[in-house]
């Protein structure tokens, strides 16, 4: 099999790509931090990868999105599966959001870095009948405190793939629509703008744990999934009971 992964230089993108060495498939990892980049191709050449490449890439820009495919094609021979995870986040009350271009920039890298690489890679996955995985969030799926902006690029990431994949047929290119939690990763270290004094809780999970989940989803090629339990049951129980959910939802934020 051959992957390429956007965001693969930490957090979940890294432990996928870990994760799909150990089964020898052929890599492509891209990301903006290159030294990053290099010690997860040591790392993945060491489980058992069969040839693992890098491309340093920010999926900001379009040019760089298909330059990544195009080396995609060349060194590997083609693309069975489209990884997207590049994200970045965003952590504040909207009253007190000092720049609103912030929505700008979040939309930029988790939103338009996915529609381009999928754009240049959708005549080569056709090819392969291959398969796009969607690192989305719960976040693209309930209105969520502090993450007004982070929220927006979720759901617009959800709504793009089911409207791409009600235009085709889910077994010539599969699309694996993933929705976690909130995950123990540097994402919300690295957000472009951070609550003060904010703390690790609870609600937040493993990204061993997470990516288990994930790759189980890819491996049957479902159509989107939510995990674990209780964000399932968030998920199908908001439309019925807003208030509730709203109410362990905030609970969660400690808004």
């Given amino acids: 099999m051959r ?7 930490s957090g979940i993108g890294k432990e996928i790509s870990i994760q799909y060495a150990k089964r020898g498939y052929k890599l492509m990892l891209s990301g903006r931090d290159k030294k990053s980049l290099i010690d997860t191709q040591i790392t993945c050449l060491s489980l058992g990868s069969k040839q693992v490449e890098i491309c340093q890439t920010d999926v900001r820009l379009q040019e760089q999105c298909v ?40 939309l930029q890298t988790n939103f338009f870095g996915y ?4 754009y240049a890679a959708m005549k080569y996955l056709k090819e392969s009948k291959g ?7 719960i976040s693209g799926e309930i209105g969520l405190p502090f993450r ?49 004094g904010e703390k690790d809780n609870e609600y937040r999970i493993n990204v061993e744990e997470c990516v288990r989940d994930i790759l189980a989803a890819a491996d049957r090629r479902a159509r989107k999934i ?3 339990l209780k964000v399932y ?4 129980c908001r439309p019925f009971f807003p208030d509730i959910v709203d109410k362990r939802l905030k609970k969660a934020a400690k808004l």
């Fill in 226 to 228: 939510f995990f674990p």
């Fill in 3 to 9: 992957v390429c992964i956007t965001g693969a230089s």
């Fill in 67 to 106: 330059a990544l495919i195009e080396k995609t094609v060349s060194l590997l021979g083609g693309i069975d599966i489209l990884v997207l995870c590049a994200g970045v986040s965003a952590y504040q009350l909207f009253n007190d959001i000092t720049d609103i271009n912030i929505f700008s920039e979040v």
């Fill in 148 to 196: 007004s902006a982070y929220c927006t690029s979720k759901f617009a990431v959800t709504g793009f793939f089911e409207s791409l994949r009600s235009e085709m047929d889910q077994e010539v290119v599969a699309i694996t629509i993933v929705c976690p939690p909130s995950v123990r990763t540097n994402l919300r270290s690295n957000s472009l703008i951070k609550l003060d």
């Fill in 115 to 118: 529609l381009y690489c999928t």
């Fill in 131 to 137: 398969q796009i995985l969607v690192i989305s969030s």
């Fill in 233 to 236: 049951f968030a998920v199908y």
